[in-house]
Structure formats: C-alpha cells, structure tokens
C-alpha cells in the first residue's frame, strides 16, 4: 500500500495506524494489537497535526535563539551545576510518550555518564506500582500474558480500570469475547464507570481497600479447594506466610465486608466465579497502580493467580495495561530512576559493572536516583538546582501541582523540551522545540510487550528537533559525543537491543538482543514483534512452567497487609476526592484538547457527587462548588451522578489552568506515594466541599487564549475561528464601566473601543470587538434575572464574520432570544449524535438496544467508543419506565 504505517500516540493499546497518501488516518488492519481499530482519540488523531501553537525555535529568557546557543547555554549551565555542586545536582524528568530511542538516550547519558540516577519519567504516576510488583514476585518487570488472552478469557475481571474509557479497542475485544464465547466481565472499582455497562457483576468497593477484597480472594482459594498446589510446590515461595497474613486480615467474608464495605452476597459471587474458573483474566490499572499501597494491590491480585497456576496460559493470568503509549519502551530502556538498565538494576554489583562496560561510560550510576515525587521535592529545597523536563507537564499533572510549579520558579535553570506551549514550558529558562507525532522516527512497545514502529511521515514544523537528538548533542557538548555519535534512530535501537542481549543468557526477562542486527532497512520495514525475541527464547506468554528471573527461578507470594490511605477523613474533610480520565482526553490536553469534537463529549471539567450528596448542599448540575484539600482549591460545576458513591467525588484530571480556571486537579491531591513504588496517591485525597451561588453567567467568544486568574469560573474550548468559554461568575456582577474594562482585557483590545449594548436594569451586557467590519469577538453576561445568555451554536457563525447591519441585528436580537435549549452534549463524536437525540429514540420505541440505535441514529457504528454510554442510556430508560405510574393500575385496582 502507498502512505506510512506507524502507531497511535496515545494510550498503552499501541493501535497500529496507516496514513494514506492522501494523509487520511484509519486503523491498521494488519497491526495485532488493533485488527484495524480505532477509538475516537486514535481516529481525530488528524485534527491535532496542525502547525497552529507549536513551539517552533528554541527559546532562551523568553527569546529566539538558534539551537547553537540553546544547547550550548544548556550545556553550560548542567556542567556549572555538576561541577559545583555533584552530579546529583541535576535532574531528567522525562515521559512515557517518548520513543524508546529517546528513553535510551536520556537514561544513557545521566545514568552512565552525568553519573546520577536523578531521572525519572511521568511514567512513576502511570505503573510504577506494577514495575516494584512484578519484580517483587516474578524477579523481573513483565506482563506474562498477551491480547490474545483477552479473547480467550472466560471470566475478565477488570480492577481499578476502566477500560472502556481508557484503553477502547482492547475493552472491544472484550465485548467480542463476551458475544462469542460468553466472557462473564467483573468490575471491580469504588465508581460505577462506563466499563460496568458490560459488567455481569460490579463491586463498588470503598476507596484503597482492593488489597482486602484480593486477601480474601486468597483465603477463599485455599479453603475451597481451589489452589494448584503442585504448581505452587514447583514454582514458587513464601505461598504459606502470604496465606497466614491474608488470614489473619481476611479470613472471612465478614472481614472482607468490613474492609470493603461491600454486601457479603457480592465478595462470594465473585470469589465463586473466580474460583471456578480456570481461565480467569485479571486486568488492571490506575485505580490499583496511583495508591500509597499500589505495590502490595498489585501483589496481592498475583498472589491470586499464582495461588491457583492461573499465569502464562490462554485467557488467564495478571494483566497490567499502561495508559501511555510508551511506558513500557521506558520500563524496558531503565528511564525510571530506580532502574539502571536494560531491566537491570542497582542491586547487583555485577549488572552494574555490565553496563558500565557495554556503554563505555565513565560514571555510571551506582545507587537509584530521586522519584518523581521526591524529585520534585528536591527542586522545591535546592537539593537540585538543574532539570530538564521533557514531554510532560508536571506542573500540570504531579500531585501537589502549586508545589512544583513554585518548585520551578525557584530552580536557577529549567529546560523544557516540547511540542506545545504548557504549564510548565512557562516556567523554562531554555524552550527547546520538540518534533511530536508523525514528524520523528522511532519504537514504542504496548502493553503486551510488542515493539511496534512510529514513522515520521510529515516534516516537523519551524526548528523542531527529535528529543534524542537533543539529547546527543546535549551528550556532545559535555565532552562524551563519541559514545553519542548516532545519525539516526536506528544506530540507537540496535545499541539498545544489543544491551538487551548482552552477557544475557537467558538471566534476564527482557532480551530484544536478536534484533541487534537490525539493517537500516530492516528497521525500517520492523513488523510488530513481541518481546523475547532472542532466538531460543520467543515465547508469546511467560511463566506458565516457572522459570521465572528470581535467584531461584521460582516466584515469590508476598505477605500484603492491607495499610491505611494516606489521608484520613474526618469533620474538616468528609469526603474523598477520586481523579482519573475521560473518554476523548488525553493526559493534559495539549493535544487532544484542541480538537473541538474530543471536546464535544465533555466540554467542561466537571465536580461528581451522589445525587444524595447533592441533595444535602442543595445543589443541581451546574451549579458552583468549591472543593478544598489540605493541598489546594478549586471551583468546579457540580454533576449529580449515581456513578459515584455518597461521601465520594470524582474529578477529571486533565484540565490545566490553560483551559479552565478549575484546573490544573493535581494542585488539589497529595504528594503520600507507595513507600516501595514511589507512586503517589491520586485518587483519595480527604475532601471538603461549600456550593456557590450562580449570580451571573456569560458566554466569551474570540481568539484562543487561556484567560488567566479571575475572580470568576471559567472553561474555554475550541470552535472554529477561535475560542467559546462559559463564564460563572459567585459575586454579584461588577458596575457596567467595570463590566467594560473586563471586556476589553478578555478580548484582547484594552484601549480599543467595543460595541456595546447594555442593558443594566435588567442587568444584560453585551460587547463586540469589531474590526475591519468583522466580529472578531464578543463577551455577553446576564444576571440571573436576565437569564439566559443565548447558546454559544447560535453566535459561533458570527465569529470572523463580516458584522453588518443584518449580523448587528442578530447579536441585539439575541438580549431577548427566549430560554433557548441548551447544547445536548455529544455522546458520539464521531457522527456528532447527541444525547438528545439518543434519548429520543429510545423514548419513542425506535430503538431498543445499542445496534437498533446504531441503526436509527448512527451512534456507536464508528468507532464504537460510545458503546457503553448507549447501554447506560438504555439502562437509564428502563429505570424511568419502571417508575413511572402505569395508567391502567387504577383500572385494574377498580375490577
Ligand atoms: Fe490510540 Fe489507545 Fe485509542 Fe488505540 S485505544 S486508538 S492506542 S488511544
């Protein structure tokens, strides 16, 4: 075929994508992980390759600068640190959406040569607690089973993710599994998410108590008679000891019950199932990975399938996904700070040599260098005085995000490198523009450990750089560039394979060593191929007969006493605050939050609470809430949802301060992290909430810029010709002169004089920035007595348009434009179908179940990320029917 075949850059999936000729975008039939799938973020991927807002030259002091003098300053001010103060002054924090040869530039230069461990990759916030389990139980950081499991599994129990949301295509083939072979799905998660519309059973466990409910699972194994026990005699250790603490903190299904605080009837449906299923498929993510104890969750669901053999066979095993395209490319190079390299670490004396050896490297680490957390911590104190950051965002999305944004603004030198403009490029002293998606060479690895291509296949914009060429160069000008002397991505992969393999001899789980041969060609033309590929090695899935990368190749149960959540609750804080993803986002939106129908599906960052909760504040959906942490504040817009329990709330994590004046959530969550993983607990911050009133609302709509601190909510989000933001304000409406200047610094024009109809008994105002005859743009506020602003559908075609007399006459018209409907918001963005009209056609009988809506409406016929939002609607529907009083109950009562 003609075009380029490459890889998605969003989640751990790792779809395979082809780009026609003609730059169309659609799922790559032959890539395995996705059989020609899409989801709807993988599917707009083209929508975000405009060259609109890119970083475009290197920056230095706010500056243009050429990549000479942004590198050599860089260069300077890293070797000024290192030589005054060591080099455990200095710092990498680096990001699962690199390329593993960008990983393994980075890693090699700090870890062999800087000679710290001091990097350390947004990835520590992602499967951090996965990476300590796995070596703690199986000797080595891998995922035994492959997608084919999720095919083959007759019971998927689904733990802390929600994959319908977050990895689509493979919750898909879920849903296939289920049509074809009958595939029972458990969901395990405190919150009643998307993914429990396929759900045959879902344990709304309370918040952190996943090790309890895991415990127990163990002590029901064991006296039921479900265990393998010559499989645990063969292959494994510490089976008894594990067993004893799990009875003694678990022992009963009262004691599970107690801990968490589920229905007893629940915890034995599902310990039955599991018990009396051979192929059980455990999947899980965030929700067991982002806690203070995520180590032990993640050992104590392994301690279950090894309890019972349940590993390394068809549609069976532990199954942990990665939310970043390429968490596991930076598991595999060491970018993580307690890893060296190669899945070596900084236990062994001897794997330290070795590498020290294979790099040629004159100061290679020797001890594990600072998590991101404590990383971050130490910026904050002037431990380290030097980081370059690049990637990610953390002043976004670290925990404590006030914390680490103030740590920055205090640090003497912070490098950026990024494709866009963020949070935390604001803070840079040295802007380095990096090439993103689609303009740089290179390979990423999924969750199932398959090495997949990413192709450039568009040229980068203005000056923009792969990272590992930066990084040489950076290596270069340190002194060390003939160990950084690469001409292209390929020269790196086949050192890192290389490493992989070196003095290997089957000690070590990841072995890529027989593809260290790799021509250019042959690299260019690499076909998706799962990791181990060493010729007597490859094999699909691990473990099933042991041989697992302990001293003793046997693997270890580990003891896992369940722990307290970091923060307590208590009067102050009574309520506990859960962040994680929506569907059509991605991390901090910098990419994805600029198409406007990823956005069509939320549109506004948003505050969950149960509707009793709601009912005790008084408030409805929309209405103004401050929530507050002992770490921060935030104003958001109440949703009354079922989805989460009382006493519980959930938050979106991807909105920044560049998008709304509610973000970035991070500043509102703790920094407490796993004491073994380091990965901090984002998802039960202690919680206090005070509702708002709304005294006034308004509509702004004009160029896209963030609109900074305010004393009033706002969220922007794209349309075309610009940008539309919802305005609520808590004070009473500032006087009309006030109201004015508001204007003119909102739409960019102090100074310039606005159009303006004021209407201040009724207390309406409307202003127009008009130029060259053109609407360029327009601020409305109403008080509540003059509700409501018209909807922003109606004014979007005004934008950039010529404002003539008939253009004027629609903007005054629409003072008095009578409570118009609001926007429904769209359930599938692919075929724009809102929830309206859903809900439409399932009210008039049209349709009864997701295909017959599929039929009528074209929702979910696409991609079919939408798919369980259709069943919920349906479900929703059913609950109003059997509610509703049926006419004919008096008659018959009357007979
Ligand atoms: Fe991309 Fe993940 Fe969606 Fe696949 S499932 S298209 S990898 S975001």
């Given at each position: 075929m003609s075009g380029t075949r490459t890889t998605c850059p969003?989640?751990?999936?790792g779809c395979g994508i082809r780009i026609g000729s003609d730059g169309a975008i659609a799922g790559d039939?032959?890539?395995?992980?996705?059989?020609g799938r899409l989801c709807v973020k993988g599917a707009a991927l083209?929508?975000?390759?405009?060259?609109?807002n890119r970083l475009l030259h290197p920056m230095m002091g706010g500056a243009r600068a050429s990549w000479d003098a942004a590198l050599d300053a860089a260069a300077a001010g890293l070797a000024e640190t290192i030589a005054a103060h060591?080099?455990?002054?200095v710092a990498f924090y680096v990001s699962g959406q690199f390329l593993t040869e960008d990983y393994y530039i980075a890693n090699k230069l700090m870890k062999?040569?800087?000679?710290?461990?001091n990097i350390d990759t947004n990835s520590r916030l992602c499967m951090a607690s996965t990476v300590a389990g796995h070596v703690r139980a199986f000797g080595a950081d891998v995922v035994?089973?492959?997608?084919e499991d999720w095919d083959e599994a007759d019971l998927a129990v689904l733990a802390g993710s929600n994959a319908a949301w977050c990895h689509p295509v493979l919750f898909q083939r879920l849903l296939a599994a289920r049509a074809t072979r009958g595939t029972r799905i458990v969901v395990i998660d405190p919150r009643r998410t998307?993914?429990?519309?396929?759900?045959?059973l879902h344990l709304p466990l309370a918040i952190g108590s996943d090790t309890a409910l895991f415990a127990g699972l163990l002590v029901h194994l064991a006296d039921r008679g479900a265990l393998d026990s010559a499989w645990i005699a063969a292959h494994s250790t510490g089976f008894e000891a594990a067993l004893a603490v799990a009875r003694r903190d678990a022992g009963s299904i009262a004691a599970v019950a107690e801990a968490t605080r589920l229905a007893p009837d629940l915890i034995l449906r599902f310990y039955t199932e599991f018990a009396g299923t051979e192929r059980s498929l455990t999947i899980f993510s965030q929700g067991i990975n982002?806690?203070?104890s995520g180590t032990d969750k993640v050992n104590a669901i392994l301690n279950c399938h090894l309890a019972t053999g349940?590993?390394?066979?068809?549609?069976m095993g532990p199954f942990s996904v990665t939310g970043q395209p390429n968490a596991m490319g930076g598991r595999e190079v060491g970018g993580l700070a307690t890893q060296l390299a190669?899945?070596?670490?900084?236990?062994q004396p001897e794997a330290i040599d070795r590498v020290r050896r294979f790099w040629q490297a004159p100061a290679v680490a020797t001890r594990p260098g600072l998590k991101a957390v404590d990383l971050f911590e130490a910026v904050h104190d002037g431990r380290i005085k030097a980081i370059w950051i690049a990637a990610t965002n953390p002043v976004v999305s670290m925990p404590r995000a006030g914390r680490v944004q103030d740590a920055l603004a205090r640090c003497p030198l912070v490098i950026v490198s990024d494709c866009w403009p963020t949070s935390t490029s604001g803070l840079a002293h040295i802007l380095l523009p990096a090439a993103g998606w689609g303009e740089k060479d290179g390979t990423v690895t999924n969750s199932e450990r398959r090495i997949s291509r990413q192709r450039a296949f568009r040229a980068p914009p203005g000056e923009a750089r792969p990272d590992w060429w930066m990084f040489a160069e950076m290596a270069r000008r340190l002194g060390w560039g003939d160990r950084f002397?690469?001409?292209?991505p390929a020269d790196i992969f086949r050192e890192h394979a290389a490493l992989s393999g070196f003095e290997n001899e089957g000690a070590r789980?990841?072995?890529?060593?027989?593809?260290?041969?790799?021509s250019d060609e042959d690299y260019d033309g690499l076909a998706p191929v799962r990791w181990p590929v060493a010729e007597a090695r490859?094999?699909?899935?691990?473990?099933a007969g042991g041989g697992f990368f302990t001293a003793d190749g046997r693997a270890r149960f580990v003891a896992t006493p369940p722990r307290p959540l970091a923060e307590g609750t208590g009067r102050a804080r009574p309520l506990r605050l859960n962040t994680g993803r929506i569907r059509d986002q991605w991390h901090?939106?910098?990419?994805?939050?600029?198409v406007p129908r990823l956005m069509a599906h939320q549109e506004e960052p948003f505050l969950e609470l149960s509707p009793s909760d709601a009912g005790k504040f008084d408030v409805g959906d929309g209405d103004l809430m401050r929530i507050e942490t002992a770490h921060g504040t935030a104003i958001l817009r109440a949703r009354a949802s079922s989805s989460v329990k009382p006493g519980e709330l959930f938050a979106p994590m991807h909105w920044s301060a560049d998008f709304s004046s509610?973000?970035?959530?991070?500043?509102?969550?703790?920094?407490?992290?796993?004491?073994?993983?380091?990965?901090?607990?984002?998802?039960?911050s202690a919680a206090r909430l005070a509702p708002l009133p709304t005294l006034w609302r308004g509509l702004l709509l004009g160029p896209a810029r963030p609109l900074g601190a305010q004393s009033f909510y706002w969220a922007r989000l794209p349309v075309a010709g610009g940008q539309a933001c919802t305005l609520r304000g808590w004070d009473p409406l500032p006087a009309a002169d006030d109201l004015r200047a508001l204007a003119a610094a909102l739409l960019g024009a102090p100074g310039v004089a606005l159009q303006d109809i004021c209407d201040t008994e009724r207390g309406s105002y409307r202003f127009a920035r008009i130029e060259q005859g053109r609407l360029v743009g327009c601020l409305l506020i109403a008080c509540q007595s003059a509700w409501?602003?018209?909807?922003r559908e109606s004014l979007v075609?005004?934008?950039?348009?010529?404002?003539d007399a008939a253009a004027r006459g629609r903007f005054a018209l629409m003072q008095r434009i009578a409570a118009a409907p609001t926007a429904s918001r769209k359930i599938c963005v692919c075929l724009s179908v809102s929830q309206a009209a859903i809900e439409g056609v399932i009210a008039d009988g049209r349709a009864a179940d997701p295909t017959e809506i599929g039929a009528v409406t074209?929702?979910?016929?696409?991609?079919?990320?939408?798919l369980p939002e259709l069943e919920a609607l349906l479900r929703e529907a059913r609950v109003q029917a059997a509610l509703r009083p049926n006419p004919l109950a008096p008659l018959r009562r009357a007979r």
């Open positions: 969003y989640c751990g999936v039939p032959d890539h395995p992980a996705n059989r083209g929508e975000t390759l405009g060259d609109d060591g080099p455990d002054a062999g040569f800087i000679g710290s461990a035994p089973g492959i997608y998307a993914s429990c519309e396929a759900a045959d982002q806690s203070a349940r590993i390394g066979r068809p549609g190669a899945h070596m670490g900084f236990d002397a690469y001409a292209k789980a990841f072995d890529i060593g027989g593809l260290a041969g790799l490859a094999n699909a899935r691990l473990f901090t939106m910098t990419r994805s939050g600029s509610a973000g970035p959530i991070g500043r509102l969550v703790g920094g407490a992290a796993d004491p073994i993983s380091g990965q901090p607990e984002l998802k039960a409501p602003v018209p909807e075609p005004l934008l950039g348009a010529e404002f074209g929702a979910g016929t696409s991609c079919g990320s939408c």
